[in-house]
């Protein structure tokens, strides 16, 4: 979904969006140290159910469980190498639990990392966490809260 057809989407009507997946881990009892990002893929069902909860409480907008999904992030966990299949299966996880009249939108935090000035090598590095998911319909849309990104 492009700029200009998002704004004439939210123009129709006032739109519902979820909560924030990772403090519905959090609060769900996954370890704060742990990786929620990993999650998609190790333990996709738990992932799946919160979608659902927010979707039955009303959500008309859900993001993916991959705003940490980034090389510096999931390094930390020893999961760099991992950050393509995690962003996919976030996406994938929040597809299935979407219908084609839910907006899904792709979370991407921050590096943790100075990105200021970018540098040759950390550009491309965020931008592949970004580029790395393809778009599913109309309704997918990168989020890109990434310091110099936007």
């Known amino acids: 979904m492009r700029r200009a057809e998002l704004a004439a989407f939210l ?13 519905a881990l959090y609060n769900g009892g996954v370890a704060a ?23 039955a409480a009303g959500a008309e ?3 993916t469980n991959s705003f940490r999904a980034n090389r510096w992030k999931l390094a930390r966990h020893g ?3 991992e950050m393509a299949a995690n962003n996919a299966a976030g996406v994938a996880v929040a597809r ?6 839910i907006v899904v939108l792709r979370s ?13 090598e950390k550009a491309p590095a965020m931008a592949a966490g970004v580029y790395v998911m393809p778009p599913f319909n109309r309704f997918d849309l ?3 809260s ?3 990104l936007i």
């Open 11 to 23: 123009r129709e009507r006032c739109c519902i969006g979820d909560g924030g997946v990772g403090t």
């Open 33 to 55: 140290r742990g990786s929620f990002d990993d999650l998609n893929r190790s333990d996709p069902e738990r992932n799946l159910g919160i979608h659902a909860a927010h979707l």
């Open 61 to 63: 907008v859900i993001s």
């Open 79 to 81: 999961l760099s190498s």
């Open 96 to 101: 299935r639990a979407a219908n084609s009249d």
């Open 108 to 120: 991407v935090g921050p590096s943790g990392e100075i990105l200021a000035p970018l540098d040759e």
């Open 142 to 144: 990168a989020i890109r």
């Open 146 to 148: 990434v310091a110099g």
